[in-house]
Each structure stands twice: as structure tokens, then as C-alpha cells.
């Protein structure tokens, strides 16, 4: 769409063959950062505020500036993904700002039984077994964490929401939502752009789909309890819905610090497969409630 890359993209691998779109210096930093806060991409501890405003974020952020500037040589126009900016969406507002950068955020949101499907897919790749999940609750669960926690610290950022699902079934068609979003230096596409985003997108790649597609049930209540969530956040969010996201944010803080008490969770960074059940069991109500 006419945005430069990162110089340094994490190579491609079995479980992406065509790339990650993503750069190793940022991966690197990223890991550092959600470390300090007592996580890793695979944890759904929450993030409190006051870290993002420690002093010590001062020398990550110089860190993260020189990142920019050593990865895209001071480019117009710059594209930066990475899924733990999720996570990590205020430090790396300030740190864009910082390289005078205007921010806009791309979310895109996708089925949580696909996602599911998906981290569970690399446990029979030996290269990506380590960064596989098999527990569905578990993924339904860091499904959740990413998403509100991407939702709530964008709300005062320019921000596209893009289906995943529709953007895989239209390609090109379906990034017109970016047509009446001028503050964010995008033209319209030209039939060159257009046919060269529509070559991206191999089916055969496409090895998990949505539920509706029925190609992948896990028979998981969680998910469907999930993918109400999808459809809100693709509409537009009202002062209601705003609340209940935050609503939702706050107990989820809530049960993960009363299922961590007396458990191992507190000492071990990875907690174990009966934590996330046991966390899936108290947010069951809940979640039924929306």
C-alpha cells in the first residue's frame, strides 16, 4: 500500500512461508519489554499503567527510536507489526511520536477458534513446536488479553479495524476502508497495488479457518463466548460498549490475581494448563452475560 518495511524481517518458516512482515530488532525489544512486566507473548498477566510510566522505560524508548531510524532510514511512510505491540501499544505510540512519527493503528481481528487452530498447528513442526499452544483455553484466553488491551490503548489513536476473515475472502476489495481515512497519508489504490496485494493471498496457505467455514470445531464453548466481541469491536464503539470492554478488562485482572493466589503462577511465568481451565471456569459467567 505504498508504506517501506522494516530493513531487518524476520525470515521465513515452515509455519510462514511467504514471511512474517516483521523485524527482529523490534521482536528482540519486545521480549525484553513484556519480561519486565512479568510476561511473555504467551502470558495474560496484566500490564499496570505505572509501567509505562517507570523511569526506566527512558532508556527502553531511546532504545526503541534508534530501532526506527536503523530500520527504516527515516522513511515518509513506515508500516511496524508486530503481535506484541498489542501488549505494548503506549510505549510504542510514544516511542513513533518520538521519531516524529504520526500514529495510526491497523487492528486486525480474527476468529479466536482460528487463532487457536493455528498455534496449534506448529506442535508438529519441530522448528515451531516451542512457539505452540494446544490448551484451547489457554489461546482463548491470550485471544482475549491482546485484543482489549489493543482495543483500549488505541481508542485515542486514528485506528481501521479490518475483519480477518473478510480481508482473506476480498483482499484488496477489502482494505476500501482505508479510503475515507485521509489523516493517515494513504491514496487511493492504484490496479497495479491492488493486483500486487491480490497475489499475496495463496488459498493453499490458508491452512485454518473461521467456524464458518466449518472446516475447524474444537467443540470449545469459550470461543463462541468469544466471538461476540469480534462483532463489536467491528462496529462502532459507543460509550456502552466502551464500558463494557473496560468492564471486562477489570475482571479479567480480577480472576487471573485469584486464581495466581496460592498457585505456582506467582514465582512461574508460564503458568500451567489447569490455571487457564480454572480461569476459563470463573470468566464463564461472565462472559455469558455479553
Same mark, same amino acid.
Given at each position: 500500500?505504498?508504506?517501506?518495511?522494516?530493513?531487518?524481517l524476520l525470515?521465513?518458516?515452515?509455519?510462514?512461508?511467504?514471511?512474517?512482515?516483521?523485524?527482529?530488532?523490534?521482536?528482540?525489544?519486545?521480549?525484553?519489554?513484556?519480561?519486565?512486566?512479568?510476561?511473555?507473548?504467551?502470558?495474560?498477566?496484566?500490564?499496570?499503567?505505572?509501567?509505562?510510566?517507570?523511569?526506566?522505560?527512558?532508556?527502553?524508548?531511546?532504545?526503541?527510536?534508534?530501532?526506527?531510524?536503523?530500520?527504516?532510514?527515516?522513511?515518509?511512510?513506515?508500516?511496524?507489526?508486530?503481535?506484541?505491540?498489542?501488549?505494548?501499544?503506549?510505549?510504542?505510540?510514544?516511542?513513533?511520536?518520538?521519531?516524529?512519527?504520526?500514529?495510526?493503528?491497523?487492528?486486525?481481528?480474527?476468529?479466536?477458534?482460528?487463532?487457536?487452530?493455528?498455534?496449534?498447528?506448529?506442535?508438529?513442526?519441530?522448528?515451531?513446536?516451542?512457539?505452540?499452544?494446544?490448551?484451547?483455553?489457554? +489461546?482463548? !484466553?491470550?485471544? &482475549?488479553?491482546?485484543? %482489549? =488491551?489493543?482495543?483500549?490503548? $488505541?481508542?485515542?489513536?486514528?485506528?481501521? @479495524?479490518?475483519?480477518?476473515?473478510?480481508?482473506?475472502?476480498?483482499?484488496?476489495?477489502?482494505?476500501?476502508?482505508?479510503?475515507?481515512?485521509?489523516?493517515?497519508?494513504?491514496?487511493?489504490?492504484?490496479?497495479?497495488?491492488?493486483?500486487?496485494?491480490?497475489?499475496?493471498?495463496?488459498?493453499?496457505?490458508?491452512?485454518?479457518?473461521?467456524?464458518?467455514?466449518?472446516?475447524?470445531?474444537?467443540?470449545?464453548?469459550?470461543?463462541?463466548?468469544?466471538?461476540?466481541?469480534?462483532?463489536?469491536?467491528?462496529?462502532?464503539?459507543?460509550?456502552?460498549?466502551? +464500558?463494557? !470492554?473496560?468492564? &471486562?478488562?477489570?475482571? %479479567? =485482572?480480577?480472576?487471573?490475581? $485469584?486464581?495466581?493466589?496460592?498457585?505456582? @503462577?506467582i514465582g512461574?511465568?508460564?503458568?500451567?494448563?489447569n490455571f487457564?481451565?480454572?480461569?476459563?471456569?470463573?470468566?464463564?459467567?461472565?462472559?455469558?452475560?455479553?
Open positions: 500500500m505504498g508504506a517501506t518495511p522494516p530493513a531487518g525470515m521465513p518458516a515452515a509455519d510462514n512461508p511467504l514471511g512474517y512482515w516483521e523485524a527482529q530488532s523490534v521482536i528482540d525489544l519486545n521480549k525484553q519489554l513484556l519480561r519486565s512486566t512479568g510476561n511473555t507473548w504467551k502470558t495474560y498477566r496484566p500490564i499496570p499503567d505505572d509501567w509505562f510510566k517507570a523511569p526506566e522505560r527512558e532508556d527502553n524508548l531511546d532504545a526503541a527510536v534508534r530501532i526506527i531510524e536503523e530500520e527504516f532510514g527515516g522513511a515518509d511512510f513506515i508500516v511496524l507489526k508486530c503481535p506484541r505491540i498489542c501488549r505494548l501499544m503506549p510505549f510504542w505510540e510514544s516511542a513513533m511520536k518520538m521519531a516524529e512519527y504520526e500514529v495510526t493503528t491497523v487492528m486486525i481481528l480474527r476468529d479466536p477458534e482460528e487463532v487457536f487452530r493455528s498455534l496449534t498447528a506448529r506442535s508438529i513442526l519441530p522448528q515451531a513446536k516451542h512457539a505452540s499452544i494446544t490448551n484451547p483455553q489457554h +489461546a482463548a !484466553l491470550l485471544w &482475549l488479553r491482546y485484543v %482489549l =488491551d489493543a482495543e483500549r490503548h $488505541s481508542r485515542n489513536i486514528p485506528r481501521i @479495524v479490518i475483519n480477518y476473515a473478510d480481508l482473506l475472502n476480498y483482499k484488496s476489495n477489502a482494505l476500501n476502508v482505508f479510503d475515507d481515512k485521509h489523516e493517515i497519508g494513504l491514496n487511493r489504490l492504484t490496479e497495479e497495488q491492488k493486483n500486487n496485494i491480490d497475489s499475496l493471498f495463496v488459498p493453499e496457505l490458508r491452512r485454518q479457518r473461521n467456524h464458518l467455514d466449518h472446516e475447524i470445531q474444537t467443540g470449545n464453548i469459550v470461543f463462541d463466548q468469544l466471538r461476540p466481541l469480534v462483532s463489536l469491536l467491528l462496529g462502532n464503539l459507543d460509550e456502552k460498549s466502551i +464500558a463494557t !470492554l473496560n468492564k &471486562l478488562t477489570n475482571q %479479567l =485482572d480480577q480472576i487471573y490475581a $485469584s486464581c495466581a493466589v496460592g498457585n505456582t @503462577v512461574d511465568i508460564e503458568p500451567d494448563s487457564h481451565i480454572a480461569v476459563c471456569q470463573k470468566l464463564h459467567c461472565i462472559l455469558n452475560a455479553y
